[in-house]
């Protein structure tokens, strides 16, 4: 069997900011920009699930965008991913994003984009990121 590769997250942005209508358009245009699923995307729309414009009052202060995919083996071109992940990124408004790589070889993998100020506005490029990575199970002798 191949080896499965499960990448998920979140990018989470304040929804208490003025002009958020105008954020959100911004966000959700990136998010459609991506490529559909054909072929062997690292992106796509379709494992986004991409919020509306429109406000939606049921948000307390933060703007959740959720986004997850199954690869085969992903790990060995994990530099291309979070290029194109980043990429993405720097088109959006963003207070962090978080994205987490489960392997079933080299354990999980949790990686955090922090923007160097209060928020990352569009073209900025104030990121800043961190890789966590812990491994379940035990060995056997």
């Known amino acids: ?10 990018i989470k942005d304040a929804s208490y ?6 954020r959100r358009k ?14 062997w995307p690292f992106l796509c729309q379709e ?11 049921a948000n307390y202060q933060t703007e959740v965008m959720h986004f997850g995919a199954s690869y ?5 071109e994990w530099e291309q991913w979070i290029q194109k992940f980043e990429e993405l990124l720097s088109q959006m408004y963003w207070v ?18 922090e ?11 104030d990121m800043q990121v961190r890789c966590e990575w ?3 199970g035990s060995l056997s002798l």
């Open 26 to 39: 911004v966000n959700r245009q990136a998010m459609l920009n991506l490529p559909k699923a054909d072929g």
């Open 134 to 136: 812990s491994h379940e």
């Open 72 to 76: 085969k083996a992903v790990e060995y």
């Open 96 to 113: 962090s994003a978080t994205v987490h790589l489960e392997t079933e070889l080299s354990g999980t993998h949790t990686f955090v984009w």
């Open 115 to 125: 923007s160097a100020s209060n928020a990352h506005t569009p073209g900025s490029g």
């Open 1 to 10: 069997m191949d080896q499965e590769s499960i990448v998920y997250g979140c």
């Open 17 to 22: 900011y003025e002009q958020d209508s105008t």
């Open 47 to 57: 494992m986004f699930a991409i919020p509306q414009v429109e406000i939606d009052h």
